[in-house]
């Protein structure tokens, strides 16, 4: 299994960014994955999780609205579009990936992944 992140640099407050997350060696189409994050000094926070099967989401209250996750089936790839960054939103952002067919309430749950990438750096910053 490979999960590999690319997408993260620096933009100001307000702007956009769109982080991808390239997947290999598991059935794509039918597994959970997941956006999380950390920021430095704090703990990681789950930031949306998708189930494969229906396509149904979980976002967290503090990125609910502004920032949305889709998947390219065709391209085995994810995507979190961000938009109306905040400083906050500063982190290194990680794809993850599971198994089985979670219900909503465990799409945020880290232990529903097994599979984690490397990370992107995403930096809000005026």
């Known amino acids: 299994v490979q999960l590999v992140e690319s997408g993260g640099g620096l933009v100001q407050p307000g702007g956009s960014l769109r982080l991808s997350c390239a997947a290999s060696g598991f059935p794509f189409s039918t597994s959970p994955m997941a956006w999380f994050r950390q920021a430095p000094g704090k703990e990681r926070e789950s930031v949306v999780g998708?189930?494969?099967?229906?396509?149904?989401?979980n976002y967290a209250n503090s990125v609910r609205g502004r920032f949305t996750v889709s998947r390219d089936k065709a391209k085995n790839t994810m995507y979190l579009q961000m938009n109306y960054l905040k400083p906050e939103d500063t982190a290194v952002y990680y794809c993850?990936?599971?198994?089985?067919?979670?219900?909503?309430?465990?799409?945020?749950?880290?232990?529903?992944?097994?599979?984690w990438g490397q990370g992107t750096q995403v930096i809000v910053s005026s």
């Open positions: 998708m189930r494969g099967t229906d396509g149904a989401t």
């Open positions: 993850a990936a599971g198994s089985g067919n979670p219900i909503s309430g465990r799409l945020r749950s880290p232990s529903t992944y097994e599979y």
